[in-house]
């Protein structure tokens, strides 16, 4: 299938890079608002720079890949679905959970599917702790943590302005991965229950380049709440932007018979670690499913379209997490629990015996 870019940032080496290995895609084109911008990803990574109105129109792309920053990934995925493409765009689908609404009706009006990152859950460690839940090595899933707790982005990143605007923050910016991971593991949100506040209204940057930069802070940059699961697991969950230093737990699921760390679900780069009673100490899981990148999702996106099956990382999967992600904001005021309204399928697992970079048509 051929497909093209839009949005020619930061992130998007990861995914021209992870289209280099894909059998079931071409990258044929990028856009971006700055030109030059695609220009250089383009002569980077062997593909053609065009206008964004060029490659809306190109008839030989059917899905694009949305790399825009969050505030215009209702516009630019509104846009790609209106013309005749399906959608792929970076987490999170949206700001709101009222703007995912008018992309999700779009999406049925065009009869055009809508993917979104993060794909993190597909990667082989994620895939093997799902295994691992599902074969009941640790018995039934009953609590947890998933905890992203760091200073903030302005030490390294280039333009860290956004994640303190609205729309940014520590739990959209993150949050994906985690519940993401989260619903993938134990199905999904029932309810939730949740505090939020700042350390501080205006921060200094330190990266290079825009060292001194004042930077106002419109969000908040701590966020602690109770995630209720559908099937009765309670996962404690701290977002945070204001902690100077901590340990590297991440994400753990504790069961009726033993306990499961996964790591942390924006890398996965270290293989799951189960303990049950007896043992002396955590044991690394032996990994089941191939290690993969950020681009498996549209690999197995498109390879759903060709056969026809649901796909993987979806328009209701991530309609979901943005959902959970809203009730922190709304419990906080409130102070009262959110129930949530949607409650999707777990997304299948995938099957064993896949190379990497395939989906399960090539088995």
Known sequence: MQIGIIGCGKISDAYFNGGKHAENLNIKAC????????????????????????LLN????????????????VE???????????????????????????LMAVAAKTGKRIGSAPDTFLFGHSQTARKLID?????????????????GHESWHPSPNFYYDLGGGPLLDMG?????????????????????????????????????????????????GVLEFANGALITMIM???????????????????????????????????FCPGQADWMDAPTTHPDNARMIGVVDMVD?????????????LAYHVLEVMEAFDVSSKSGSAVEMKTAPERPAALPLGLREWTADSSL
């Not at 590297?248 to 679900?265: A, C, R």
């Open 31 to 54: 856009a971006d608002l700055n030109f030059e911008a695609a220009q250089a990803k383009a002569t980077e990574h062997g593909c053609e720079a065009v206008s964004i109105e060029d």
């Open 58 to 73: 190109d008839s030989e792309i059917e899905l694009v890949v949305n790399l825009t920053i969050p505030r215009a990934h």
């Open 76 to 102: 630019v995925g509104t846009q790609i679905l209106e013309a005749g493409k399906h959608a792929y765009a970076e987490k999170p689908l949206a700001e709101r959970l009222d703007e995912a609404d008018k």
């Open 135 to 151: 074969d009941n090595w640790i018995g039934t899933p009953t609590s947890g943590t998933a905890f992203m707790r760091c200073a």
């Open 176 to 224: 994906p991965y985690y519940i993401t991971s989260l619903v993938n593991l134990l199905g999904p949100v029932k309810s939730v229950i949740a505090r939020t506040n700042r350390a501080r209204d205006e921060r200094i940057a330190t990266a290079e380049g825009i060292k001194g930069q004042r930077i106002p802070v419109k969000i908040d940059t701590h966020t602690t």
């Open 240 to 274: 945070s932007f204001d902690t100077h230093r901590s340990a590297p737990e991440n994400l753990t699921i504790n069961g009726t018979h033993g306990s499961l760390n996964i790591g942390d679900p924006n890398n996965y780069n270290t293989p799951p670690k189960v």
């Open 304 to 316: 759903a379209i060709q056969n026809d099956r649901p796909h993987r990382a979806s328009g209701e």
